[in-house]
């Protein structure tokens, strides 16, 4: 079984400009949540798929982060535009339905801001 | 404010003796824990849970035991190996229908020979 991937593995673009990241989750798994790690800090969520419908987007920072799950399959989080505090890694994971707590976590993407 | 809290930043302990690795959370509505083991340039990997329900659970050499009272749970690996030589992150849910998990900032173990 094919785990979590992400895509790219590490931007780097420059403040004002766009990212858009991409998350495959495993197959058959309608759960899927978006979290990053900024600064060496703990990691925090910030939203959760349920297939295609947003079930939780409460740790979403602002309006300029965007994310989409084409079809219940894989998940795009935009940023736009980027901002220097964007920076960190943000690690999607994917959960069975019948046990969410079960997540498991693709490598991640680093993003820097400059 | 941060609910779930591992106020060690790192530990360092020799091949064979026992790593005991703490988490202290603040929101009594966790009720489902979880350890995570993440190397670098990798994604987390899930270890070991427990429900609130229990105070202990085993899974080899890995055991999580949880104090409700003080809010408070560790994880024990007995005996390390240099292969557990990684970040372990404690993390909570509140069980609700998000199964958002909360994570402390981790502790960096170092299993030295």
């Known amino acids: 079984e094919a785990g979590v991937t992400q895509f790219p593995s590490h931007s780097v673009i420059e403040k004002g400009q766009t990212v858009t990241l991409r998350c495959d989750p495993i197959?058959?798994?309608?759960?899927l949540y978006w979290y990053r790690r900024v600064m060496g800090k703990e990691i925090k969520f910030l939203l959760h798929f349920v297939k295609e419908s947003k079930q939780d987007e409460s740790g979403m920072p602002n309006n300029r982060f965007l994310a989409e799950r084409t079809g219940g399959t894989y998940s795009t989080l935009k940023v736009q535009p980027a901002e220097l505090e964007d920076s960190g890694v943000y690690f999607c994971?994917?959960?069975?339905?019948?046990?969410?707590?079960?997540?498991?976590f693709g490598p991640g993407t680093r993003l820097t801001v400059t | 404010d941060q609910q779930v809290k591992q106020n060690s930043p790192s530990l360092s302990v020799q091949e064979g003796r026992i790593s005991i690795l703490n988490c202290d959370y603040t929101n009594s509505m966790f009720d489902y824990f979880l350890w995570y083991k993440k190397y670098p340039a990798e994604g987390p990997t899930f270890l070991i849970s427990?429900?609130?329900?229990?105070d202990k659970n085993e899974d080899g050499r890995f055991t999580v035991f949880l104090n409700k009272s003080a809010k408070h749970l560790s994880l024990h690996i007995v005996p390390s190996q240099p292969g557990d030589s990684a970040v372990y992150f404690c993390?909570?849910?509140?069980?609700?229908?998000?199964?958002?998990?909360?994570f402390g900032t981790g502790t960096r173990l170092q299993v030295t020979l």
């Open positions: 994971a994917s959960s069975r339905r019948g046990a969410p707590y079960e997540q498991y």
């Open positions: 427990i429900s609130s329900i229990k």
């Open positions: 993390a909570a849910d509140d069980g609700g229908t998000a199964s958002k998990l909360t």
């Open positions: 197959s058959g798994h309608d759960n």
